[in-house]
């Protein structure tokens, strides 16, 4: 069972170190902490039937503070059942852990230590804050879209900077929708309703059932559905609103979709513009590529730049414009220029593993700032925080800081800075 082993191991130990080594020079202007939240299942009593994304959450840790790696943390988050191991954010200056599902969030302290059970985005019918919970730069506010199986309805939820709800909007379904990811733009709540839904409480994929985008505003009230071929649906990079149409970047991958075996998908990156009528799908980058980021004071706003990896959940190579495939990388970040049409590639050694990539501003310009990533390095059997320049995203690490343990590859995160 491929995701217990290697890079997806679970740890067993939490795990506490101080004052971390580093090579490179961590920038003096990145204070605060880059955490990362993921599935860390123990004591699986069938590993052929074992669903990656089940089990107890984990958020791993590192504090950064005038140019030190003061501390790195991993600590499992500590509700009942099936913990919260999707995202990790921060709202209304409290630290989060986010699922989906139904599942309601976790509040961590500055330690990571678990503080309990919240309702963070708690709605009168037992909804709470989604694992794609977006914040709006512009406004502060928390936007969620949250499913429940057993539910033919979702709901979007808005909660404000000091984290009341001050909207909710109930969303009509023909059945319980696996609705992990949505858009946001400044106008409009952007959805997808695919063949990956729940048949009872059992998540697949369902032939038959039609795949559909639907369009709201941000306000409430009516849902525009359009129809498109069936596609799986697996994150979004960013959305905006052009005039009469809606850009929407994502990325996408042709069906069926098993959630027993999620790397057997062949995702890329797609752009769809949404007219009152009509969907036009293009695409922006063919090769296997997932986990796509974007400077987050660019959400919901036009935008140039977005960043993507391309790592061993999938498996598949990754080569470079003009390399040949011989000299793929099966890790990589990818930055994309949205505007020129071009992208660049840095990519990681063929037996490290690379996850999800978040963005760290340092100054107004839109690719002002640095990537931060987990990065398992074989040579320590351990991984490193790898810190890139956006800027110079080809050139070497800006600084990588060595943690005591590997990180097992995971899903979401964030870099939260000091206030």
Same mark, same amino acid.
């Given at each position: 069972?491929?995701?217990?082993?290697?890079?997806?191991?679970?740890?067993?130990?939490?795990?506490?170190?101080?004052?971390?080594?580093?090579?490179?020079?961590?920038?003096?202007?990145?204070?605060?902490?880059?955490?990362?939240?993921?599935?860390?299942?123990?004591?699986?009593?069938?590993?052929?039937?074992?669903?990656?994304?089940?089990?107890?959450?984990?958020?791993?840790?590192?504090?950064?503070?005038?140019?030190?790696?003061?501390?790195?943390?991993?600590?499992?988050?500590?509700?009942?059942?099936?913990?919260?191991?999707?995202?990790?954010?921060?709202?209304?200056?409290?630290?989060?852990?986010?699922?989906?599902?139904?599942?309601?969030?976790?509040?961590?302290?500055?330690?990571?230590?678990?503080?309990?059970?919240?309702?963070?985005?708690?709605?009168?019918?037992?909804?709470?804050?989604?694992?794609?919970?977006?914040?709006?730069?512009?406004?502060?506010?928390?936007?969620?879209?949250?499913?429940?199986?057993?539910?033919?309805?979702?709901?979007?939820?808005?909660?404000?900077?000091?984290?009341?709800?001050?909207?909710?909007?109930?969303?009509?379904?023909?059945?319980?929708?696996?609705?992990? @990811?949505?858009?946001?733009?400044?106008?409009?709540?952007?959805?997808?309703?695919?063949?990956?839904?729940?048949?009872?409480?059992?998540?697949?994929?369902?032939?038959?059932?039609?795949?559909?985008?639907?369009?709201?505003?941000?306000?409430?009230?009516?849902?525009?559905?359009?129809?498109? @071929?069936?596609?799986?649906?697996?994150?979004?990079?960013?959305?905006?609103?052009?005039?009469?149409?809606?850009?929407?970047?994502?990325?996408?991958?042709?069906?069926?979709?098993?959630?027993?075996?999620?790397?057997?998908?062949?995702?890329?990156?797609?752009?769809?513009?949404?007219?009152?009528?009509?969907?036009?799908?293009?695409?922006?980058?063919?090769?296997?590529?997932?986990?796509?980021?974007?400077?987050?004071?660019?959400?919901?706003?036009?935008?140039?730049?977005?960043?993507?990896?391309?790592?061993?959940?999938?498996?598949?190579?990754?080569?470079?414009?003009?390399?040949?495939?011989?000299?793929?990388?099966?890790?990589?970040?990818?930055?994309?220029?949205?505007?020129?049409?071009?992208?660049?590639?840095?990519?990681?050694?063929?037996?490290?593993?690379?996850?999800?990539?978040?963005?760290?501003?340092?100054?107004?310009?839109?690719?002002?700032?640095?990537?931060?990533?987990?990065?398992?390095?074989?040579?320590?059997?351990?991984?490193?925080?790898?810190?890139?320049?956006?800027?110079?995203?080809?050139?070497?690490?800006?600084?990588?800081?060595?943690?005591?343990?590997?990180?097992?590859?995971?899903?979401?995160?964030?870099?939260?800075?000091?206030?």
């Amino acid at each position: 069972m491929k995701y217990l082993e290697g890079p997806f191991a679970p740890l067993t130990e939490e795990v506490t170190a101080y004052d971390l080594p580093v090579t490179g020079r961590i920038p003096a202007e990145l204070n605060g902490r880059y955490l990362r939240n993921g599935p860390n299942p123990l004591g699986v009593e069938d590993p052929v039937v074992h669903i990656w994304g089940m089990g107890q959450g984990m958020v791993h840790g590192v504090r950064l503070r005038d140019g030190r790696a003061e501390w790195y943390r991993n600590r499992f988050v500590r509700t009942p059942g099936f913990a919260p191991m999707v995202h990790v954010i921060e709202h209304a200056q409290r630290t989060f852990a986010l699922a989906e599902g139904g599942l309601p969030p976790a509040e961590l302290d500055e330690e990571l230590n678990t503080v309990g059970a919240c309702e963070l985005g708690g709605t009168a019918e037992g909804f709470t804050a989604g694992a794609h919970s977006k914040h709006d730069p512009l406004t502060g506010e928390l936007h969620s879209l949250s499913y429940m199986p057993g539910r033919d309805f979702v709901q979007y939820i808005v909660t404000d900077p000091g984290g009341s709800v001050v909207q909710t909007t109930a969303i009509p379904m023909t059945r319980t929708p696996f609705m992990h @990811d949505f858009a946001l733009t400044e106008e409009h709540v952007v959805l997808w309703d695919t063949p990956l839904g729940f048949d009872g409480f059992e998540c697949r994929w369902l032939p038959g059932h039609p795949t559909r985008v639907g369009v709201m505003p941000r306000t409430g009230g009516d849902v525009r559905w359009l129809d498109i @071929d069936p596609i799986h649906v697996s994150h979004t990079l960013n959305a905006y609103d052009d005039g009469d149409a809606i850009v929407v970047d994502l990325v996408t991958a042709e069906g069926p979709f098993d959630p027993a075996d999620p790397g057997a998908i062949r995702p890329t990156l797609d752009r769809w513009t949404i007219t009152p009528d009509k969907i036009h799908q293009q695409r922006i980058d063919d090769r296997p590529q997932d986990f796509p980021r974007v400077n987050e004071a660019r959400t919901t706003r036009p935008y140039r730049y977005g960043y993507s990896a391309a790592t061993a959940l999938y498996g598949i190579p990754f080569a470079p414009e003009g390399m040949p495939p011989d000299n793929a990388f099966t890790n990589a970040l990818v930055k994309h220029d949205l505007k020129r049409g071009t992208n660049e590639v840095h990519g990681f050694g063929r037996d490290e593993a690379v996850g999800e990539a978040a963005f760290a501003a340092a100054g107004q310009g839109e690719d002002e700032g640095y990537l931060l990533t987990y990065v398992h390095n074989p040579r320590r059997n351990a991984s490193d925080l790898v810190i890139l320049s956006a800027q110079d995203f080809t050139g070497e690490p800006v600084a990588r800081v060595q943690l005591p343990v590997r990180v097992p590859l995971g899903l979401h995160g964030n870099w939260l800075p000091d206030r």
